[in-house]
């Protein structure tokens, strides 16, 4: 079905509520496995339903954050989704409680159940209001970046539409670009603080009602970490550091030596080579056709991906005014469809919203079997192995879109990804600190933000830019207000995706089509099982293991250095 034929109705809470209040007793009064599945069923039905409006209405928010009726109905799911959660609450104590659980655990997996466990302890009904606050300032956070109208060479410009100029070849631009776009922050420094700190306060005060510590623990289960806990991700960013950092700092000189600068300055570290960055040769829709050609020729799995998607309106990809700043791929569950959502700028990342988001979005497509979300959309450190790995498994059609620039479009891929781990971590530890420190100014959390990127990004030079010289520069990452402790997820996950380029790309250990097997199968699996276990499965060491990431910033370094980066 295409996008546009898709209903979108507001559904009643109240209607919806007494439903799932039916539904709920009947489960617990069934007589036999048979019906206790098939209210089950019926149960994850009305879910589907709900979170489906809930998406739609998203994306057409998102799609015209100015539009007054989208404003309406996002506002109406950011006060009425937490009163869902309540019934949903609800559906996971009955679960779990079932006199039925051993015949319902041998038809789902026993990790339904522990996921239907951790969900027990992340939510009650003394949050729902703070859950409707939080909900609000999150849209509050994305309004004031999406309200950007930057002045910048004769052009009314949005933040993503000042992006490429920063990427310009001329340093002159670049700085310019760099000083508007932090202005733009800078200017509304106030508002971001505001925002976080409300946030922060709601959520610590959240985490007290549980009676947990501070927030970190309400966090990590809101995140259903269930396999991994906070020791193990302070080792991990450890490793991060002892191994990862020194090859990023090395990476950076390399680049500076490229570009011909004594120094790399924060307006220098998006520009990889003199000659420019690799960008796509065509425009957003010759981009469109040359992904359904690697999409074909990649698997018969990712031609019917690639052509339902298409097919049916569901890649909203150009760049317009008033769409948000931002890229994200959504399951709708009841159309069985997913939606990728970003906005093409002319920029290298236009590839990779086409390889990334798609990843997400095949993942998605692959395990539309799975009638409950439980399954079907997986924890994000798992979702984010379905879609940076393939990144790493579309590179022998790069050619297709960068033609010339191919070798340069991959060596700076793989250069962006190292560099990315650093501040990866970086956001991660400063999350940590924050939740707890909870009652903190917003000038220490700045102090704070600055004082780990010279630990994690000792390459970093902010020239005069003051907002960012006093640690500012976090208040641009979405994910540190709206979801909260996601972000090493990108990291666990890139580990895992390094291991795909190693099999696949780069020393074809296993060679291309079984790390592709590999991959189909792990998308097919959703989230079926715990984080270690898939990766386990799809054949991949866990990325908790300091040899992994050791092994692997070698492999990475002697690949660099084999590549005469002179010539590009
Ligand atoms: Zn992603």
Sequence with gaps: MKYSKMQYGRPDINKVGSEMNKLISDFK?????????????????VRNEFDSMKVIAFINYSNDTNNQDFI????YF???????????????KALVSSAFRNELESKYGKHLFEIAEINIKSFS????????????????????????????EGKELNLQELEPYTESTDREIRIKAYRAYWKFFSDNSNEFDEIYDKLVYLRN????KMNYKNYKELGYARMKRMDYNEEMVADFRK??????????????????????????????????????????????????DKGKLMYDELSPETKEFYDFMTENDLMNVFSRKGKADMGYCEYIAKYKSPYIFSNMNGTEDDITVLTHEAGH???????????????????????????????????????????????????????????FLPYGVLVDEFQHWVYENPSVSPAERKARWRELEKDYMPHLNYDELEFLETGGRW???????????????????????????????????????????????????????????LVKEAGLESPFEENVIKKLSKEIEDYIDSINDSLF
Excluded at 83 to 89: A, E, I, M, P, Q
């Design 239 to 288: 490793n991060i550091k002892k191994y990862i950092v020194p090859l990023a700092v090395k990476l950076r000189d390399k680049q500076a030596k490229r570009i011909g600068e004594d120094k790399l300055m924060f307006y220098d570290i998006y520009i990889q080579f003199k000659s420019g960055n690799a960008t796509p040769k065509g425009s957003p829709e010759w981009i469109m």
């Design 361 to 419: 979005a095949f993942q998605a497509y692959a395990s539309k079997h799975f009638h409950f979300k439980e399954y079907s959309e997986p924890t994000m450190e798992t979702a984010e192995i379905h879609s940076m790995s393939m990144e790493y498994l579309t590179y022998p059609w790069m050619n297709l879109f960068f033609e010339k620039d191919t070798d340069k479009f991959k060596f700076s891929h793989l250069n962006s990804r190292v560099n």
């Design 205 to 208: 005060d959240m985490s007290q």
């Design 72 to 75: 309406a109905e996002q506002d």
């Design 125 to 152: 009904n003394d949050l729902i209001e703070d859950m409707q606050k939080e909900n609000h300032l999150g849209s509050e956070y994305m309004k004031l970046k999406a309200s950007a109208k930057i002045n910048f």
């Design 78 to 92: 950011d006060n009425n989704s937490p009163l869902f959660n309540d019934f949903v609450f609800e559906y996971f």
């Design 29 to 45: 009064n069934a007589k036999s496995f048979v019906e206790a599945d098939e209210i089950m069923y019926k149960i994850n039905s």
């Design 475 to 533: 208040q641009k990452q979405g994910h540190i207000y709206e979801s909260p402790f996601y972000y090493i997820d990108y990291c666990l996950a890139q580990i895992c995706a390094f291991q795909f380029w190693s099999r696949a790309i780069h020393n074809g250990n296993g060679g291309f089509d079984k790390a592709l097997k590999d991959y189909l199968e792990l998308c097919s699996k959703g989230g079926s099982k715990p984080f270690l276990e």
